[in-house]
């Protein structure tokens, strides 16, 4: 059976993209059979493997309305990882499952034919707490939350945690916090602040991993379509995902 992982924060621009797309390359070049599934309707999974993601004839929200199967829109992009992509449709289907029945359960119905194909699945959540992602919790064994160095990134943790913990009262008991990882990491004063707060408050209920350093490198992965611990794996951001991805397997 996979282990399942959300990457969510209700914040956006905290990175969860890029560390999806990092993780998942890591995980796979260390011989992990990954999939990446893509919830935010944005569609930034694909482009950022370099696919158009408006040219996708089939994506999530065709799985959703029931009329293509979570395999048949999964494609693999490296030796060992593998893509369910989604675009702008995602969005436009999302005001219509809120009537369907047992509406949260999507993604996890979706996801279990194909949960022994591989042994993690990583879900990159939209920057919301709407029905994509209770999707992606109720499907989920844990949750992954990038912390993006800087206050209303902290705040937007806490907002998180307590939903996490309606999450697994009302829809999902066996939900866990994978651990906390502090992204867009700078050498400002105020960067380290924020993680040293952030610590002081959550580090003896939550596992903090290494913090991702800053770069231009990320973006300029993302331009490329290339994940940045392929575009420039000597960069401090690519060595920070490497690192990542070896202590989410200890």
Same mark, same amino acid.
């Given at each position: !059976? ?13 990175g ?9 390359? %890591? ?9 990446l ?6 569609g930034?999974?694909?482009e ?11 994506e999530?929200?065709?799985?959703? %309305? ?8 999964t ?41 022994e ?11 919301? !707490? ?13 949750v992954?939350?990038? !912390?993006?160095a800087e ?15 309606? !999450?697994?009262?009302?829809?999902n ?16 004063r ?15 209920r ?23 611990? %392929? ?20």
């Amino acid at each position: !059976m996979a282990r399942v992982i959300a990457i969510a924060n209700q914040k956006g621009g905290v990175g969860k993209s890029t560390t999806t797309l990092a993780l998942g390359a %890591e995980l796979a070049r260390l011989g992990h059979p990954t999939l990446l599934v893509d919830i935010d309707p944005q569609g930034h999974l694909a482009e950022g493997l370099g696919i158009s993601s408006l040219s996708l004839e089939h994506e999530l929200s065709d799985v959703f %309305e029931g009329s293509v199967s979570l395999s048949s829109i999964t494609r693999q992009v490296r030796p060992n990882l593998y893509l369910a992509p989604t675009n702008l449709k995602l969005a436009y289907l999302e005001p219509h499952l809120i009537t369907q029945i047992r509406r949260e359960d999507k993604l996890k119905d979706a996801l279990a034919p194909v949960a022994e194909d591989y042994e993690i699945v990583l879900i990159d959540c939209p920057p919301s !707490m709407g029905i994509l992602t209770v999707n992606a919790f109720s499907a989920a064994s844990e949750v992954l939350i990038p !912390m993006a160095a800087e206050f209303f990134a902290l705040v937007g943790v806490s907002m998180l945690l307590d939903s996490l913990a309606k !999450m697994r009262s009302q829809l999902n008991p066996t939900l866990s916090v994978a651990g906390i990882v502090p992204t867009r990491v700078t050498h400002t004063r105020h960067a380290l602040e924020v993680i040293d707060q952030a610590k002081a408050q959550l580090q003896d209920r939550y596992r903090f991993f290494a913090p991702i350093p800053e770069g231009v490198a990320v973006k300029d992965a993302a331009a490329a379509g290339v994940p940045v611990t %392929e575009y420039q794996p000597e960069s401090k951001p690519a060595q920070g995902y490497r690192q990542l991805a070896q202590e989410i397997c200890q």
